[in-house]
């Protein structure tokens, strides 16, 4: 409505204009004149644009306003602590499609839980064709995460999947139509594979590309944000790109860390910047450390990953 307010009254002041330019500013979000926006910022795609206006009144952007913190998605369904950010240090159960951290499985192992089967539903342990058929199962009813499983395994060809571009956009884009922020990431991936290939300069390609990694970003997605960081950095963005890695330093990535300290050798970040990102990277790490983990870690993925499979 005040979108709607906002555009009725600039062409009825400018009435004696036949062609109109707008943009949108992705800090306030609203749809205002080009005139709103200086040079450089009208040369930025619209989620990292900004009008004068919110410059001058230091707004900040929605995306990265948004998916500073892990969700509850992001937690061992069985520990209920942050899961380790590595996905080899934990394990998606096909059975009730939860992810459950490799310490809780090896504790499981400990206690004879797993003979029984999953350490969480404790339905009987499937192979990987048997869990396969649960994952379709679960993908038939429109699980979300289902469907991105069966996506994301066309990427790479695991359990029986034949690699398909096709599929993975297909099964990628239904999971992220429905919310699935692992489903975005996995789409920006996709659609980032095509437009390194582009020949041309615009490449619809790219703006999918970035599209879907905002969406998972802003729904906290770890690697989708320091994903965004990095293309920034090659973009020349580099006041962006710190702020992409202090997110996601912040929720315990250790990459992006250490580019927040690299940008301080360049004068893009602060001292205050990397202090204060150290102290949040540090307590995030700590909440996703256990007893268990560490010794789970010590054993090795693989040897866990042969407890259930």
Request: hydrophobic share 35%.
């Amino acid at each position: 409505q005040r979108m709607t307010e906002e555009l009725g009254c600039y062409i009825h002041t400018h009435r004696d204009i036949m062609t109109f330019s707008f943009s949108f500013c992705g800090a306030c979000e609203r749809l205002l004149p080009d005139d709103a926006f200086d040079e450089e910022q009208r040369r930025r795609r619209q989620s990292i644009r900004r009008c004068q206006d919110c410059i001058a009144a230091g707004n900040e952007l929605v995306l990265m306003k948004r998916g500073t913190a892990r969700d509850e998605e992001d937690f061992c369904s069985v520990c209920q602590l942050p899961l380790p950010i590595a996905m080899r240090e934990s394990m998606l159960q096909p059975c009730c499609m939860k992810r459950v951290c490799n310490g809780c499985i090896l504790s499981a192992k400990k206690c004879g839980i797993i003979k029984n089967g999953c350490p969480l539903c404790r339905a009987p342990i499937a192979k990987e064709r048997e869990g396969l058929a649960m994952v379709i199962k679960w993908a038939a009813v429109l699980d979300p995460v289902a469907v991105c499983f069966l996506g994301y395994h066309h990427v790479r060809g695991g359990y029986g999947l034949v690699k398909d571009p096709k599929k993975v956009i297909e099964f990628c884009q239904k999971a992220a139509d429905m919310g699935d922020k692992n489903a975005h990431y996995i789409l920006g991936d996709a659609y980032r594979k095509k437009w390194e290939k582009c020949s041309t300069e615009v490449c619809s390609d790219r703006d999918l590309s970035f599209q879907h990694y905002e969406k998972a970003a802003m729904e906290g997605h770890i690697f989708a944000r320091f994903t965004l960081g990095v293309l920034e950095c090659k973009e020349g963005h580099r006041d962006l790109a710190l702020q992409h890695f202090l997110i996601s330093a912040k929720m315990g990535h250790k990459q992006s860390m250490n580019n927040v300290k690299r940008l301080l050798t360049e004068g893009i970040s602060t001292e205050a910047d990397c202090a204060e990102a150290q102290q949040d990277y540090e307590a995030a790490v700590e909440e996703m450390s256990s007893t268990s983990r560490e010794e789970a870690k010590q054993m090795g993925a693989e040897n866990i990953r042969s407890f259930i499979i």
